[in-house]
Each structure stands twice: as structure tokens, then as C-alpha cells.
């Protein structure tokens, strides 16, 4: 149990598109959301948390008009990356909570984003 | 959440035991010690948590000091497989204060030798 998917796994587009990334969790109800960004060979970033049916809350330096956070329902999350530049270029990574008061959060395998 | 420190890196031989220690010495009252780890170009994956007893698991034991300030991730029979990035997080459980986000450090680079 406590699966979470991404998808896609990996997506190349082009500088000045939109790109999409979907989490799932596929076999629990997650009322919180998180996403993070990894650059190669550093440490995760936390860009934002989201609770479903509310705004996300986005950390500092994280521009919430560029990297829109949609968590409409129990069971999915959509990242979208808008007027993508080279150096948004990353690894994204998605991780669900478990409820209320779940202590343990669960992360999806990641979306390899290059943008040319 | 309280700061933890790790080593950048260690080395260990495949079959024996991977001690991975972990310094937190401002962790307060209600703050949990966690361990996840990242395997290359994966999502991290949740090993172990505990608060002050020690806790054992398929995956690994977590020893915690008595007076809470470090801890050490035991993995018994280390394999090539075991070979990834591992965290260690202090944070506190509960809804109080916000939705518990997971703040990750640099982490230990283990690399299990054949």
C-alpha cells in the first residue's frame, strides 16, 4: 500500500511551453500534498504544499504564477510548470500524507523535466 | 524542525553492517527522527522513524541516545542495492502548527562495495 505516482516520468519541451505534471496517490486518500525540486547531485527543495480543495502555500523564493499547484481531488495532484525556461530544467518530485495525523509522507518516483 | 548533521559520504562492505550516524542536538520535546533515502534518479523512500525508544524494522534499526541529540541508522546486511543518499530528518508529528512538511538536509551518500 501508500503507492504514489508521477507522471510523466520524463518530458522534454520546449523553452516558452507549459508542461504538466500529474501525482497520484493510487491506493490512500492524501489531504496533503508536497512538491520538491532536486537538481543533480544536490539535496530536495521544498517548493510547495497543498491541501486538497484549498490554495497551495508556496515556500520563499518559489514563484506560486509560475509553477501552478492544483489539488482538486483526495487522490491527485498537477504541478504545471509555465513558460518553461532551460534553467527550470529538473527533477520533480511529488510526496503524499496519509490523512489526518499520518506521520509518514510518500513519494512519488519523480518527473525528469528538460526543457531546451 | 531541528537541524541534523551527517557525513557527505561512507563506504561499506556488502554483506556486513551500514552504520550511518546522525547529530541533532536541538531536537525538542516532540520532534521524531526519520530516515529516508534516495536512491539514483528515484523519489526517497521512507526506512524507519522512531522517537526516543529504538526501533527495529524489515528494513533497518534506528538507535536514539537517551538524551535524544543523535541516532544511528543500522542496516544489518548492507547490499549493492542499499547503495543511496540517506536522510535523516527531525520533525514533529501531529496537525499543530502546519501540514508537517519534510525539510531535507544533504544527507549520506552510502556506497555499499562488492
Known amino acids: 500500500g501508500a503507492v504514489v505516482s508521477q507522471h510523466p516520468s520524463r518530458v522534454i519541451c520546449k523553452s516558452g511551453t507549459s508542461v504538466k505534471i500529474e501525482c497520484r496517490s493510487l491506493d490512500f486518500q492524501a489531504t496533503t500534498m508536497f512538491w520538491y525540486r532536486q537538481f543533480p547531485k544536490k539535496s530536495l527543495m521544498l517548493m510547495a504544499t497543498s491541501n486538497e480543495g484549498s490554495k497551495a502555500t508556496y515556500e520563499q523564493g518559489v514563484e506560486k504564477d509560475k509553477f501552478l499547484i492544483n489539488h482538486a481531488s483526495l487522490t491527485l495532484s498537477t504541478l504545471t510548470v509555465t513558460s518553461a525556461h532551460p534553467e527550470d530544467s529538473s527533477f520533480y518530485i511529488c510526496?503524499?500524507?496519509?490523512?489526518?495525523?499520518?506521520?509518514?509522507?510518500?513519494f512519488g518516483p519523480g518527473t525528469r523535466l528538460t526543457v531546451t | 524542525d531541528a537541524k541534523t548533521t551527517q557525513p557527505t559520504s561512507m563506504d561499506c562492505a556488502e554483506g556486513r553492517a551500514a552504520n550511518l550516524p546522525c547529530n541533532h542536538s536541538t531536537i525538542s520535546g516532540n520532534e521524531y527522527v526519520y530516515w529516508y533515502r534516495q536512491i539514483h534518479s528515484q523519489g526517497p523512500q521512507y526506512i524507519i522513524h522512531?522517537?526516543?525508544n529504538n526501533e527495529t524494522n524489515e528494513m533497518a534499526s534506528l538507535i536514539i541516545t537517551e538524551d535524544r541529540k543523535s541516532s544511528t541508522l543500522i542496516l544489518p546486511h548492507a547490499t549493492l542495492r542499499d547503495t543511496a543518499v540517506y536522510y535523516c530528518?527531525?520533525?514533529?508529528?501531529?496537525?499543530?502548527?502546519?501540514?508537517?512538511?519534510?525539510?531535507f538536509g544533504t544527507g549520506t551518500k552510502l556506497q555499499v562495495i562488492p
Open positions: 522512531g522517537l526516543k
Open positions: 530528518i527531525v520533525r514533529a508529528w501531529g496537525n499543530s502548527g502546519g501540514y508537517q512538511k519534510v525539510t
Open positions: 510526496s503524499a500524507r496519509r490523512g489526518q495525523g499520518a506521520y509518514e509522507q510518500y
